[in-house]
């Protein structure tokens, strides 16, 4: 399995006004997004040319929406503090970016 283009863990994951998870974790890796829950256990993943990553209109500078497949998910990144020796949770200004990398839409 190859290295993944991007990790984020400690994600908050929400569909509507629903939340999924509170400690999810997102990945970018051999052309796929997966959000998965704590536990590993996958909640969507779709190919990454069909994702669309933007900012929401309202909201902090920690939260992105992911359309996977016509399915709008909220995330809420960079919410928690990192562990001890570890870098800080990536930004969502990092996902969008990682996003547009993989699926080959750079700039």
């Known amino acids: 399995m190859a290295e993944p283009e991007f990790t984020a863990t400690g994600v908050r994951i929400g569909k509507g006004l629903r939340s999924l998870t509170r400690a999810g974790q997102v990945r970018i890796s051999e052309g796929r997004l997966e959000l998965l829950t704590s536990y590993g256990s996958e909640i969507d993943s779709a190919p990454v040319t069909s994702v669309r990553a933007s900012k929401p209109w309202f909201g902090s500078e920690g939260q992105a929406v992911a359309d996977l497949d016509g399915k709008r998910y909220t995330l809420t990144l960079g919410e928690h503090d990192p562990a001890p020796g570890?870098?800080?949770?990536?930004a969502a200004r990092r996902f969008m970016e990682a996003v547009r990398r993989a699926a080959g839409r750079d700039r």
């Open 86 to 90: 570890e870098p800080g949770p990536p």
